[in-house]
Structure formats: structure tokens, C-alpha cells
């Protein structure tokens, strides 16, 4: 007979704060809300205003600051990251389990995030001062299909989801990781970890002109929407293929 994969006995979601999916509802609704309101061409204004703003309160010592922070928000090296310390939790631990969890958040960013800011396809503010050189007001709506794609991928901010995605990943591996050195993560850097990037993005983003501030908003609401879902996966209890049985050690400490 054919050794199926089962998932253990007990298996259960992690618990997420705050609990229960009611947070998860109101995240989704924000989000909706605020995708809704600019389709009809509402939120405008505070945009603008908060744009220009940042524009005038930009000197040049600022801005570079700006640029160097914003890279918290890179998608691509905390992949890499992210990637880097599954890999050696895993060989620490010969277990593949710390490998599902980038993988996971690798295919949950990719496939929510990069296909809403195609659908959207709204311009960044920036685009009324650099190519395509477009009115400021066709920079505000969504929907601007007429632009090439590489023009049009403001909404949500990718920045901000990632951060809050990824910085999540790095916490839940650092604990273990550490763990197995002999060190516990104190709950403080835990939270430093998973909170300031996000919000130094959030603001470093918002600030430079590359996002509208309800891109910023909603990628927030997106990033933390997804994070929970993460969060949620009981990784040492998910069915794995036979051949892989013999590395199948549990990673995740308690919450």
C-alpha cells in the first residue's frame, strides 16, 4: 500500500494576537473599503495633500536617510534572508520543516500582491515628475490600463507588505534558531523585529513620493492580513511525503 502523508494527531492553528478571526474580517473589510472608495474616486484629496506636503519638507539630507531606510522594505534580500536562515535552522535542527515556512510566504506574496497591483495598475505619485511625465491628476485613480505595467504598480504598497510578511518570517525562525545556541529571544526584540521595519517603511515610502499614502495604508492592512495567515500554519504538524519523514523534526517554539 502507498505510505500516504497524514498530519498528526491534535493538529491545530497557532494562535495569533489578537485571537480569532474577527481581526482577520475587519483587515480584509479596510482593505476592500479603501480599494472601493478610490475606484469611485474618493481619498484623492488626502493623498494630494499628504504628497505635497513630503514634497515640500524633503531636503536632500532627509531624503538620502529616506532612500537607506526604505531598503528594509526590499523585497528581494529578505527573500533571501528569510531563505538563508530556514536553511541553516534546518541543518541545525535535519529537519526540512523551517524550509516550508519561506516557501509559503514566498507563494503568498507573489500571488496576492503582485497580481492586485497589475488589476489596479495605479500610478505612483512620482509619476508626474519623472517618465512617464503624466497630469498629476491622472496620477490618483486606479485603473489606468492605457500605461505599460511598469508605470502603473503603486496599489497596495509592495514595501509595506513585504516588511510586515518577511520581518515576520525572520521572527519566527530567529527564536528556534537561537534556541538552538542556547539563547532565548526576548519577547521585546520579537516584537521590535516584526513592528519598526514596517512602520519605518510605511513612513520612509509614504514620505519619498514612491506610494500614495492609501497604497501605504493598504499594503499595512494587506501585509498584517497575510502575516496572521502565516502565522496561523501549524508548521510542525503539516503532512510531509514519505521520503522526506526522516527529516521531520518540530521548529516552532511557543508563541
Known sequence: MRDTPTVRPGARLRPVRPAGWWFDVLLLVGFVAITVALANGLLFGLDRAVDQWAAGHRPPAAFHTAVVFNYLGQGGPLTLLGAGLAVLLAV?????????????????????????????????????????????????????????????????????????????????????????????????????????????????TTYLGWHWLTDSVAGLLLGLLLDRLLHRVPWDDLPLPGRLRKFDRPFTTAP
Open 92 to 204: 541545525r535542527l535535519r529537519s526540512v520543516r523551517p524550509l516550508l515556512v519561506p516557501v509559503a510566504a514566498f507563494a503568498l506574496t507573489t500571488f496576492t500582491i503582485g497580481p492586485l497591483k497589475v488589476w489596479t495598475a495605479r500610478p505612483a505619485p512620482s509619476a508626474s515628475v519623472k517618465e512617464p511625465y503624466l497630469p498629476v491628476e491622472r496620477t490618483l485613480p486606479l485603473f489606468a490600463d492605457d500605461l505599460p505595467v511598469r508605470f502603473a504598480q503603486s496599489y497596495p504598497s509592495g514595501h509595506v507588505a513585504n516588511a510586515i510578511v518577511w520581518y515576520g518570517v525572520l521572527a519566527l525562525l530567529l527564536a528556534p534558531l537561537l534556541a538552538t545556541l542556547g539563547r532565548r529571544m526576548p519577547p521585546r526584540l520579537v516584537l521590535a523585529l516584526r513592528i519598526g521595519p514596517p512602520v519605518v517603511v510605511l513612513f520612509t
